[in-house]
């Protein structure tokens, strides 16, 4: 589904949503309807809507590119087509959308499996062509590598949000124990090992497309290789349409090891975390709940 390409940047700050749509696509804008400060439809000239999106900075444009290629290339979800990337901006098709139902939610829990499996050649790995130094909705991300999916999680994705949220008073540093206890305990804590999965990476509701035709689609990664339960437990944490249906159509294709259930919120402190440095301290202490509750587990 790789149908653009990234380009050398000529890119201009005050370029419009329909020009860029236009050099990237190849085909002339006949209208705009812009849904927000960084977020257009674009219709063309041959009948085609696109989404043109400014996002923040050239190397969040790139690493969504590129993750959205990766997860295409596996032939398993339903990912919205690339027309191609230049500097902040990012062209994508647009996905039609419908009404969530229980049949595609099962499908779709089938494809999150096959698209896990589908596989990153190690623990931190960014998509082919992604940089290293990402980003997760607002917050930078880094995609490095590591031997082991206990250390590479505590060291690159807890604990460097842990001390951003401790430096801007959000956690306060007595409360920051309890996490680090967490990390300290994961070799224990973390189940069976499981080889590099390929994950979405910011798999919240509104990531999901639920598309006129009876399928879901996946939209914004932060695609990395990590742990698959790290996807589903982002799921939990803000609620999805018929999640049950969803995690039934999962085991079907690819049961989870045993006591998944006991680590959710282990996988949800790197995304709590996250949201308790861009939005506060009501996501800290639900990170530290998950951290208690995981140390009693």
Not at 86 to 112: C, I, K, M, N, Y
Not at 204 to 214: E, P, S, T
Not at 223 to 237: I, K, P, S, V
Request: proline share 7%; with cysteine; aromatic share 6%.
């Amino acid at each position: 589904m790789r149908s653009g390409r990234t380009l050398r940047p000529v890119h201009s700050s005050h370029e419009t949503p329909g020009a860029v749509a236009a050099r990237l696509t190849g085909r002339a804008a006949t209208g705009v309807r812009r849904l927000s400060g960084a977020l257009a439809e674009v219709t063309l000239d041959d009948g085609r809507t696109v989404m043109v999106k400014r996002g923040d900075g050239d190397r969040a444009a790139q690493a969504e590119a590129a993750g959205l290629r990766w997860l295409a290339e596996s032939g398993t979800v339903r990912i919205p087509a690339v027309h191609g990337q230049d500097g902040p901006w990012l062209v994508t098709d647009r996905v039609a959308t419908g009404r969530p139902s229980a049949e595609a939610a099962q499908r779709l829990g089938r494809e999150l499996a096959a698209l896990h499996a589908s596989g990153a050649h190690a623990l931190g790995a960014p998509p082919p062509g992604g940089p290293e130094d990402a980003c997760i909705g607002l917050a930078p991300m880094r995609n490095v590598t590591g031997p082991d999916w206990p250390r590479w999680y505590a060291e690159h994705r807890v604990l460097p949000y842990l001390r951003s949220a401790v430096d801007e008073g959000t956690v306060r540093g007595t409360e920051a124990t309890v996490i680090e206890q967490v990390c300290e305990r994961l070799p224990e804590l973390a189940g069976p090992v499981e080889p590099p999965a390929r994950l979405h990476g910011d798999l919240w509701n509104g990531n999901v497309l639920w598309g006129a035709a009876g399928h879901a689609w996946l939209i914004d990664p932060a695609a990395h290789g990590g742990h698959r339960e790290t996807d589903l437990a982002m799921l939990h944490l803000f609620g999805c349409p018929h999640l049950d249906r969803i995690l039934d159509g999962y085991q079907e294709t690819a049961p989870l090891a045993d006591g998944w259930p006991d680590r959710i919120g282990l996988h949800q402190l790197f995304p709590l975390l996250v949201h308790a440095v861009l939005f506060g301290r009501g996501y800290a202490e639900q990170a530290l709940a998950a951290a208690e509750s995981a140390l009693r587990s």
